[in-house]
């Protein structure tokens, strides 16, 4: 009986409801229900209890905000709504094998804690402080990870992205605020005055001149003279830009200080101190590997010891390409004699980037494990790349696929909510 109802949650939770009835206090032989049924979904279904709970949550933090909440029946039919296809979306989670692992929802929960400037333990008292359950949050947010998984796994597949809808998004004026180059710059302004002279402006000048000449230089800014403004301007798009600073903004790189620039409030420079956008270069590696895992046949010793021969047969004078075709377990990689192709930093695995980064173009390392088993790898070479405008094109398609996201996950919902059994008790 135990296993049966383990593997049926409808008649799981049904048990359960009427076992609370026996907890219950009888009065004159009468009955009272605690919990009752409110919705049947395919295999499963929705206790009064959980609409209760939810309906209660909904409306605490509808009061937080100050708004008025609906009417609470029509808040109520909302929130079944909303139970009953998140109910058909774990019963998929349950067929699909998904679980979140205990260290990844305590990192989520602190991150959670983080974002609002508490440590885990503040966010725990503050949730106990308002009257929520912590472990009730903790559980919710699990919830909520796995809905999300369900959702990207089977959403994300419907999605495409075009490079001419990624060329045609860039080319529109969404596209070009969105991707446009952000520049973080110090700012001086040495004023002057409109009813000032010729030669109080001609001296003004000079004297921006001979400052930016120094801050070049590498010398610090002198702010002993009240009358030089220095500001800090933050991070700012380049269409943001005054119209003054657009002009050289382009063609300044990290540290550059502007010539003055002038304008009717005075003479201004500029230092950028940061940009983002204007010209990314990453340094990247061309490796290759062989791939060794150990198996049933093939014990942990017995596949070092592989992993060091082969190299050494390599170092000999072996072709590192036929070795890796013959021996590497690496699916992907093992017809293409190990070529792991451009890789850029944080694309790897990191005990396979440390290994290939301590390599020099030609040499082979000494075989390293990682999670996938045990690596003879070969750094073939390495290049700096600008890739400013991959950087751009991925900011565009993953816009466009976030808008496509919401259409398509909405369709998706109404999709599997049309194909369930739903059966409404109130």
């Given at each position: 009986?135990?296993?049966?109802?383990?593997?049926?949650?409808?008649?799981?939770?049904?048990?359960?409801?009427?076992?609370?009835?026996?907890?219950?206090?009888?009065?004159?032989?009468?009955?009272?229900?605690?919990?009752?049924?409110?919705?049947?979904?395919?295999?499963?279904?929705?206790?009064?209890?959980?609409?209760?709970?939810?309906?209660?949550?909904?409306?605490?933090?509808?009061?937080?905000?100050?708004?008025?909440?609906?009417?609470?029946?029509?808040?109520?039919?909302?929130?079944?709504?909303?139970?009953?296809?998140?109910?058909?979306?774990?019963?998929?989670?349950?067929?699909?094998?998904?679980?979140?692992?205990?260290?990844?929802?305590?990192?989520?929960?602190?991150?959670?804690?983080?974002?609002?400037?508490?440590?885990?333990?503040?966010?725990?008292?503050?949730?106990?402080?308002?009257?929520?359950?912590?472990?009730?949050?903790?559980?919710?947010?699990?919830?909520?990870?796995?809905?999300?998984?369900?959702?990207?796994?089977?959403?994300?597949?419907?999605?495409?992205?075009?490079?001419?809808?990624?060329?045609?998004?860039?080319?529109s004026s969404e596209g070009k605020e969105v991707t446009s180059p952000e520049f973080h710059f110090s700012h001086i302004l040495i004023p002057v005055s409109s009813e000032a002279t010729d030669t109080e402006r001609k001296a003004a000048e000079n004297r921006a001149k001979a400052l930016s000449a120094k801050l070049r230089s590498g010398?610090?800014?002198?702010?002993?003279?009240?009358?030089?403004?220095?500001?800090?301007?933050?991070?700012?798009?380049?269409?943001?830009?005054?119209?003054?600073?657009?002009?050289?903004?382009?063609?300044?790189?990290?540290?550059?200080?502007?010539?003055?620039?002038?304008?009717?409030?005075?003479?201004?420079?500029?230092?950028?101190?940061?940009?983002?956008?204007?010209?990314?270069?990453?340094?990247?590696?061309?490796a290759s590997h062989i791939l060794l895992k150990p198996s049933a046949i093939r014990d942990e010793a017995q596949t070092i010891a592989l992993a060091k021969q082969l190299r050494q047969r390599a170092l000999n004078g072996e072709d590192f390409r036929e070795l890796a075709k013959e021996y590497s377990e690496d699916i992907g990689s093992?017809?293409?004699?190990?070529?792991?192709?451009?890789?850029?930093?944080?694309?790897?695995?990191?005990?396979?980037?440390?290994?290939?980064?301590?390599?020099?173009?030609?040499?082979?390392?000494?075989?390293?494990?990682?999670?996938?088993?045990?690596?003879?790898?070969?750094?073939?070479?390495?290049?700096?790349?600008?890739?400013?405008?991959?950087?751009?094109?991925?900011?565009?398609?993953?816009?466009?696929?976030?808008?496509?996201?919401?259409?398509?996950?909405?369709?998706?919902?109404?999709?599997?909510?049309?194909?369930?059994?739903?059966?409404?008790?109130?």
């Amino acid at each position: 009986m135990a296993t049966y109802l383990m593997n049926n949650m409808r008649l799981l939770k049904a048990f359960t409801a009427v076992l609370l009835i026996a907890l219950a206090p009888l009065t004159q032989a009468e009955t009272k229900w605690l919990d009752k049924v409110v919705a049947i979904v395919d295999d499963d279904i929705i206790l009064a209890s959980e609409l209760d709970e939810r309906l209660d949550s909904i409306k605490a933090n509808i009061a937080r905000t100050g708004k008025q909440a609906p009417p609470e029946e029509e808040l109520r039919k909302e929130i079944l709504d909303l139970l009953v296809l998140e109910n058909i979306q774990m019963q998929m989670a349950n067929r699909y094998g998904l679980r979140i692992e205990d260290e990844e929802l305590n990192a989520a929960v602190a991150r959670i804690a983080a974002n609002n400037n508490m440590t885990l333990s503040q966010f725990q008292q503050a949730l106990t402080s308002s009257g929520a359950s912590y472990l009730a949050v903790r559980e919710q947010i699990g919830r909520e990870m796995i809905l999300q998984r369900v959702q990207m796994g089977n959403v994300n597949q419907r999605i495409q992205v075009t490079e001419q809808e990624i060329q045609n998004y860039l080319q529109s004026s969404e596209g070009k605020e969105v991707t446009s180059p952000e520049f973080h710059f110090s700012h001086i302004l040495i004023p002057v005055s409109s009813e000032a002279t010729d030669t109080e402006r001609k001296a003004a000048e000079n004297r921006a001149k001979a400052l930016s000449a120094k801050l070049r230089s590498g010398k610090d800014v002198d702010n002993a003279n009240t009358d030089i403004s220095i500001s800090d301007l933050g991070w700012r798009k380049g269409t943001e830009l005054p119209a003054l600073f657009k002009g050289v903004a382009s063609k300044m790189t990290d540290g550059d200080v502007s010539e003055p620039l002038q304008s009717a409030s005075g003479f201004h420079i500029i230092k950028l101190l940061e940009s983002r956008g204007v010209k990314q270069l990453v340094k990247q590696t061309r490796a290759s590997h062989i791939l060794l895992k150990p198996s049933a046949i093939r014990d942990e010793a017995q596949t070092i010891a592989l992993a060091k021969q082969l190299r050494q047969r390599a170092l000999n004078g072996e072709d590192f390409r036929e070795l890796a075709k013959e021996y590497s377990e690496d699916i992907g990689s093992a017809q293409e004699g190990g070529d792991l192709g451009w890789t850029t930093p944080g694309q790897l695995v990191p005990e396979f980037q440390k290994a290939m980064d301590e390599t020099s173009p030609g040499e082979i390392h000494v075989p390293v494990a990682s999670q996938f088993g045990w690596h003879v790898i070969k750094v073939v070479e390495r290049r700096t790349k600008d890739v400013t405008n991959d950087m751009r094109k991925q900011i565009a398609r993953n816009a466009l696929h976030e808008r496509k996201y919401a259409d398509e996950l909405d369709i998706w919902l109404r999709k599997i909510r049309s194909e369930a059994f739903v059966d409404i008790k109130i």
